[in-house]
């Protein structure tokens, strides 16, 4: 069983960046993937960015070129780092892994990830 536990979230302006961070503790094996997801209020969780075994990512349209995800295996945590952040990016980040072989836009898929943090909010304000 892992557990995993984000940090990192906040308010912030308009423009503004952010990094969150989560971190995977308890015991696990095997190849697994990871990946960032987004929930807004009377919204469905939706994927934001992933991350397979191998390193390969993946981005939703909506935050390319402006949010990057990571991860240090060493310190077996994943960030998200986000730049120039919308009010429209509000919502509560959670983080998710999975253990297999995903890759690509099954990444962004929440229906592969049965273990997931307890969210972080990020509040961009205008």
């Known amino acids: 069983q892992v557990q995993l536990a984000e940090s990192g979230g906040g308010s912030v302006q308009a423009g503004g960046s952010l990094r969150l961070s989560c971190t995977a503790s308890?015991?696990?094996?095997?190849?697994?993937?990871m990946g960032w997801f987004l929930q807004a209020p009377g919204k469905e969780r939706e994927g934001v960015a992933g991350i397979d075994n191998g390193g390969s990512t993946i981005y939703a349209d909506s935050v390319k070129g402006r949010f990057t995800i990571s991860q240090d295996n060493a310190k077996n945590t994943l960030y998200l780092q986000m730049t120039s952040l919308k009010p429209g990016d509000t919502a509560v980040y959670y983080c998710?892994?999975?253990?297999?072989?995903?890759?690509?836009?099954?990444?962004?898929?929440?229906?592969?990830?049965?273990?997931w943090g307890q969210g972080t909010q990020v509040t961009v304000s205008s």
């Open positions: 998710a892994r999975g253990y297999g072989v995903y890759s690509g836009s099954w990444l962004l898929d929440r229906v592969i990830y049965p273990y």
């Open positions: 308890g015991s696990s094996s095997g190849a697994y993937y």
